[in-house]
């Protein structure tokens, strides 16, 4: 059965510091691996998306992930964070051959400080 | 991107009344609707899979006579919360997506039952 595992349940950085959120997933096959964002109340922003190719993916805002298949993880990357990444981020996997549904992680949690 | 609606963002109800949401896909066409669940703080958990013109397939542990879902056209599938009791109260986010293409999360719809 898929999984996924987002350990960090809360980050905090400092604006203008680098950030890496988390996320290690169980699947047998090759999974799609999303990243989404979510501001308080609001439904979810796609980040960034890995179907196959190439392992590091961009995305928008200025956000990266990279799958490592013998990690299992994909973990989303900033160089420098803006007060607005302040959000609950969740990384998600999908497979194909269940239309992909998606199964979340249980989120993390972006705080910045100025 | 593909825009995805939801209507209404928010609703009241007093428990025992039955509630309906719809959601929407303006821009394409959904052969697959999802609709997801989220309590506070928490991960986004699948409740069913809907394909235009046929049952939702619910998630293990889903009351498909309390959460009834109908997918009767390519741009819409509603959510009806037959007898709602507080424990309902949650938010309710729904996807589409097009044959083979990522999901589209619709802004959600917070339901809160008294």
């Known amino acids: 059965a898929q999984s996924v595992t987002q350990p960090d349940i809360h980050i905090t950085v400092s604006e203008g510091a680098s950030l890496e959120l988390r996320c290690n997933y169980s699947?047998?096959?090759?999974?799609?691996l999303f990243w989404y964002v979510q501001s308080p109340g609001q439904g979810l922003q796609l980040l960034l998306k890995y179907f196959s190719g190439d392992t590091l993916v961009q995305g928008i805002k200025g956000f990266e992930a990279e799958f490592k298949r013998s990690q299992s993880s994909f973990n989303l990357r900033k160089p420098s964070v803006h007060w607005s990444d302040a959000a609950e981020y969740f990384c998600?996997?999908?497979?194909?051959?269940?239309?992909?549904?998606?199964?979340f992680g249980k989120g993390t949690s972006l705080l910045v400080t100025p | 991107g593909a825009v995805v609606s939801q209507h209404p963002s928010r609703v009241i109800c007093k428990s025992g009344t039955s509630v309906k949401i719809e959601c929407r896909s303006l821009?394409?066409?959904?052969?697959?609707m999802f609709w997801y669940r989220q309590f506070p703080k928490q991960s986004l958990m699948l409740m069913a899979t809907?394909?235009?013109?046929?049952?939702?397939?619910?998630e293990q542990g889903v009351e498909k006579d309390k959460f009834l879902i109908n997918h009767a056209s390519l741009t819409l599938s509603t959510l009806t919360v037959t007898s709602a009791h507080p424990e309902d109260s949650s938010f309710y986010i729904c996807?589409?997506?097009?044959?083979?293409?990522?999901?589209?999360f619709g802004p959600g719809t917070r339901l809160t039952v008294l």
């Open positions: 809907s394909n235009e013109g046929s049952k939702a397939t619910y």
């Open positions: 699947y047998g096959a090759t999974p799609y």
């Open positions: 996807s589409a997506r097009e044959a083979a293409s990522e999901q589209f």
């Open positions: 821009d394409f066409q959904a052969t697959t």
């Open positions: 998600a996997v999908g497979a194909g051959n269940s239309g992909y549904a998606l199964n």
